[in-house]
């Protein structure tokens, strides 16, 4: 039958023996042998079979960073013999900015071999698998290697898609070197290089080190020859460790080399190593001093390598087979101490000292790296299964002496009290032990007012909507009962526990005023009541208010102000450029960037400011309680210095631009959204400025209605097609002959006002009617042209200024092509003029736009050339026709001897590349004579003619097509 005894040590708390439940566990009658033998038995499973373990982790690999670092430490302290490294002769940075970039001509090269005249040897490590630019340079080179007598090249390794590919040097440059070595450096898993291949090649050659035949040839003065070697593929035989961070060889820069600044006894007799070490150029590679890595040339690798090879400095990794069987010897000796009973602490310093110690003992004494981790491993394993032995042996003791009966309470999950008469706590259940944070054991005994909360005050804030929070240490009501209530329960791990709670008045005739106080924690139930009320009002990326949440409260921060005859602020925040970095990295980069924004702005604001994102790239914050309207200007001014530091996103780090418009309550009467909108509005107007903030003004407001008032204009003259094309000619500066026009958009208000294009140029692009209008542009541009052409015999060209934006569009070149397929205009009397900014905000976009216009036959002019980015790289790369140069340029023309060297540098680059050049702004006749001179093609100004309607162009035209300087 059911043992119900409390303290019965025979029995579990199911009413079974203890023999029956855990066989082996010690009872009344002694030990249990068959549990006893089961142990014995698992015991040498562990110590027989752990060393296989350990031999299968020395081989697997996944012990190989451990074993790595562990090896960085014996490089760093293994003895090392006398060692004479060899000259370096650094091509660095000082060197390249001196002499020139790298490549240098064959015959600097050659020069500075030369002028090793009297080393021993010089390693030349440049790669010399590809002919010069001129054949003289190549013989120079030739000669100056054959002319010393001991000079060394390099086979250097690269892979292709097929294979591996070897970079030997030329055939004339090998036969005239002293010995060809392969140059071959291998990094391990981690990126570090330790060591290197005294025989490296693709079969059926093996190459000798480069190192090595400059040591040999500078000891024995006949270098090793390749062997041949069967198979196929690449070949390294005689591997070994290399110390490379534990010498510096001296170094001097090439460029004092070849000027003669440095004495020329330095490198008598010597080894010297010649390559390249600038930042770059050079490829560098990681090396480790035990400490830490270090990036270093794969000369200076080089270098290192001649000094550790002259002294025969090259230490080997064991085999796998050595490794193994090392391996499993260790862990055997281990699981033997195991089986014998060593003590814990003895166990675990033979695991963590044996291993370590003979590997380095090896290797310090035969040079030979044995990697300890795969038994330190095996034996962590061993020492692991000790502890848990003799823990359940301890627990099976505990177990024996533990009480067996347990109170029907503690399976249930509410948590339960029963208090004496003083209010002390005679018994809890594990459920009230988990819920006040604190063992069941330590509640008892002790004062439930240390753990209950006091009575709340008339001004506590309740729990929940229609809670009333009880005393739970008042005795129960008249009824013996009190009813569940919501309860805050203080928790010592910080925070607190929501709990439903009962008190009821325990019957237990003597009158000592027991209670028992029952509670459910509800905890997680009012959190997740608490996040639907909050989810509505909560931005889910950055966990900021949203609008919902702003409206409101800035309505309720507009009243308090109004009431209590303070100003309120409103400081609307937009990131520049956000939908770039979305696009280029995705949107997950961009939920990282807004909640990076969102810390800096609460960092940045006050303790009182609301910070909130209204969505997508705006965020606002609301600044209440103000009393003068400059110090939300200077808040502004804080969030554009917070964000002058970069944001790191994710992986990105990114550059964040804010524009911040500033509105304030007093300004104008209104509600919350007229503050929203004002504060819009005038960021608007600081977006324009390039990232700053602005304060709302009525001229602000003024200046919105004129440009919306401009912008509705636009629209219009768009759709009744009010606009008016002036033409500027362009004069061929030899003859004065009218080569062609440029189209000029100009624009009237309906009552005759002109509107200068740089005002409404800006506001039709940011309206999204630019594009619709540069069609119109184009297709009246092309209309005119028809008509001059009948008027003048020579071939005539019409050029159209086309936007950033628009010329990115894949629609441009189907319009173009369209309106050419309509007219029968011919493709090449069209030009399109760009800026060079737009080439630069997106290269290769704009690369495929200038390539599927110019496949139409269009020609590609860049305008205002020499005020924008002015790079020689895109003169080279993008297939553009011609240069307009700016008229900047041509203003300053004979007043500065420096403005007159730049243009004529313009111009002959620009001849050189096989451009056209135009001149813009052309005003004065020694201008138009000195651009001749140097041969600029072509000339646009007033000197020539202003812009004029197309009936004007048809005048010219008809009268001979030629302009006089100065006839206007």
């Known amino acids: 039958m059911d043992c119900f005894r409390p303290r019965c040590r025979g029995c579990t708390p199911d009413g079974g023996s203890l023999s029956d439940a855990e066989p082996g566990i010690a009872s009344a009658g002694g030990r249990s042998w068959p549990g006893r033998g089961r142990r014995a038995l698992g015991a040498w499973v562990l110590a027989l079979g752990l060393p296989l373990l350990g031999g299968w982790a020395a081989g697997s690999g996944w012990l190989a960073d451990v074993d790595r670092r562990l090896l960085n430490q014996a490089l760093a302290i293994a003895p090392l013999p006398p060692l004479a490294p060899p000259l370096l002769v650094a091509i660095d940075e000082a060197s390249l900015a001196e002499v020139g970039r790298w490549p240098w001509p064959r015959q600097r090269q050659a020069e500075l071999i030369r002028a090793l005249d009297g080393a021993a040897v010089v390693g030349y490590d440049v790669g010399l698998s590809d002919s010069g630019r001129t054949i003289e340079g190549d013989a120079a080179l030739i000669e100056a290697i054959a002319g010393h007598g001991g000079v060394v090249l390099p086979v250097n390794l690269a892979r292709a898609p097929w294979g591996v590919i070897e970079l030997a040097p030329l055939p004339a440059f090998a036969d005239a070197a002293a010995a060809v070595g392969h140059a071959h450096w291998k990094p391990e898993a981690d990126g570090v290089v330790r060591s290197a291949a005294w025989w490296a090649g693709k079969a059926p050659v093996s190459w000798p080190a480069f190192a090595r035949n400059v040591a040999t040839l500078a000891q024995e003065g006949t270098p090793p020859p390749p062997r041949r070697v069967d198979g196929d593929g690449w070949h390294e035989d005689q591997v070994g460790l290399v110390p490379f961070a534990r010498i510096r060889p001296a170094v001097v820069a090439a460029a004092d080399v070849l000027a003669g600044r440095v004495d020329p006894a330095l490198w008598q007799g010597r080894a010297v190593v010649v390559g390249v070490t600038a930042e770059g150029t050079a490829i560098h590679w990681l090396v480790h001093d035990g400490w830490r890595l270090q990036p270093m040339a794969a000369v200076e690798l080089q270098a290192r390598l001649v000094a550790f090879t002259a002294a025969d400095v090259l230490w080997q990794r064991a085999s796998p087979l050595v490794t193994g069987a090392a391996v499993a010897a260790i862990t055997l000796a281990i699981g033997l101490a195991w089986l014998g009973r060593l003590r814990t602490r003895r166990l675990l310093l033979l695991v963590v000292a044996g291993p370590t110690l003979l590997s380095f003992g090896v290797f310090l004494v035969q040079g030979l790296w044995l990697a300890p981790t795969a038994p330190l491993l095996a034996g962590g394993l061993l020492v692991g299964q000790r502890v848990v032995h003799d823990w359940q042996r301890r627990r099976r003791q505990l177990l024996v ?49 240390r753990f209950l909360p006091a009575p709340p005050g008339a001004e506590a804030t309740p729990v929940a909507p229609g809670w009333a929070e009880p005393n739970l240490l008042a005795p129960p009501g008249a009824n013996g009962r009190n009813g569940a209530e919501l309860v805050r329960l203080p928790h010592p791990e910080g925070g607190e526990r929501i709990a439903q709670a009962s008190h009821y008045q325990l019957p237990d005739g003597h009158g000592k005023g027991e209670a028992l106080v029952v509670m459910t924690d509800v905890t997680e139930l009012m959190r997740l009541h608490k996040e639907l009320r909050e989810l509505a009002s909560r931005d889910a990326v950055t966990d900021l208010p949203n609008r919902q949440f702003v409206t409101q409260h800035l309505r309720q ?14 400081l609307l925040i937009d990131l520049d450029h956000f939908k770039e970095v979305n696009d280029r990295f995705g949107h997950p980069t961009g939920d990282a960037l807004l909640r990076e924004v969102a810390e800096r702005l609460i960092a940045t604001c006050r303790r009182d400011d609301l910070v909130a994102r209204l969505g997508g790239d705006e965020f606002v914050v609301i600044m209440a309680g103000l009393k003068d309207r400059h110090h939300a200007a200077i808040l502004a001014d804080k969030i554009l210095r917070a964000f002058e530091r970069p944001v790191r996103a994710l992986e990105q780090v990114i550059r964040v631009e804010p524009s911040i418009g500033i509105s304030c309550l007093g300004d104008q009467p209104g509600d919350a959204d007229a503050l929203l909108g004002r504060a819009d509005l005038a960021m608007y107007q600081a977006k324009h400025r390039g990232g700053a903030f602005r304060l709302f003004s009525p001229e602000l407001d003024r200046a919105a209605r004129h440009e919306l008032q401009l912008r509705q204009e636009l629209r219009d003259a768009l759709a009744d097609q009010r606009f008016e094309l002036h033409y500027q000619p362009r004069v061929s500066l030899p003859c004065g002959r009218i080569t062609g026009f440029e189209a000029l958009l100009r624009f009237k208000r309906p009552d005759g006002t002109p509107v200068p294009p740089d005002q409404f140029i800006p506001i039709a692009e940011n309206a999204g009617l630019l594009e619709p209008i540069t069609e119109w542009v184009t297709t009246t541009a092309l209309a005119s ?47 399109v003029e760009i800026t060079e900014t737009m080439l630069m905000q997106d290269p290769l976009r704009a690369t495929t736009a200038i390539e599927e216009l110019k496949r139409l036959g269009v020609a590609v002019s860049i305008d205002d050339f020499g005020t924008g980015y002015s790079s020689l790289a895109y003169l080279r790369d993008f297939p553009i026709d011609e240069i307009k140069i700016d008229k900047s340029f041509a203003a300053r023309l004979g007043g500065d001897e420096r403005d007159d060297l730049l243009v004529m540098a313009i ?26 001179r140097i041969g600029v093609h072509e000339a646009q100004g007033y000197l020539y003619s202003r812009p004029v309607p197309a009936a004007a162009i048809e005048l010219m035209l008809a009268a001979g097509g030629r302009l006089q300087p100065g006839v206007r």
């Open 401 to 449: 002496e533990r009480r067996r009966a347990e109170t029907i309470l503690d399976a249930i999950d509410d948590a339960v009290l029963t208090l004496d008469g003083r209010r002390h706590i005679a018994f809890a259940n594990r459920a009230a032990g988990r819920l006040l944070g604190r063992p069941a054991s330590h509640l008892v005994g002790n004062d439930a007012a």
């Open 785 to 831: 042209w028809q008509r001059w052409q009948r008027l003048h015999p020579r071939p005539l060209t019409v050029a159209v200024n086309v936007s950033a934006r628009h010329v990115l569009q894949p629609e441009l070149v189907g319009f173009i092509h369209t309106v050419f397929e309509r007219t029968g205009v011919p493709p090449p009397a069209l030009v």
């Open 907 to 932: 111009t002959s680059m620009a001849k050189s590349l096989r451009l056209d050049v135009v001149a813009e702004g052309v005003e004065r006749p020694d201008q138009a004579d000195f651009l001749g």
């Open 557 to 570: 921060a507009a009243a308090r102000a109004d009431r209590d005859g303070q100003d309120l602020a409103v």
